[in-house]
């Protein structure tokens, strides 16, 4: 309650301090909440780089065997039932 009081003494006599004191608190708030932002960007930018990493190795073509033969044997395995 004191507090208050004084609080509301000090808005009255010196209102351009109240307002510098709120200004501060502010810039305080903002600094904190940037550093937040900052964070969340950091570690979305490592989970965009994993998730592109993991895309790339799932487009890289599998390695096609050399010759014929060997093309027809890859070829019928994928084909069910045989």
């Known amino acids: 309650m004191l507090l208050l009081q004084k609080r509301l003494q000090l808005s009255v006599q010196k209102p351009e301090q109240v307002i510098k004191e709120d ?13 937040l932002v900052q964070k969340h960007l950091t570690k979305l930018r490592h989970w965009q780089q994993v998730l592109e990493d993991i895309n790339v190795q799932h487009k890289k073509p599998a390695e096609v065997p050399q010759g014929s033969l060997a093309y027809l ?10």
Not at 23 to 35: C, F, G, I, P, W
Not at 73 to 82: C, D, M, R, V, W
Request: proline residues 4%.
């Open 23 to 35: 200004v501060s608190e502010l810039r305080h708030e903002l600094q904190q909440k940037d550093a």
């Open 73 to 82: 044997e890859q070829a019928s395995a994928n084909i069910p039932g045989l």
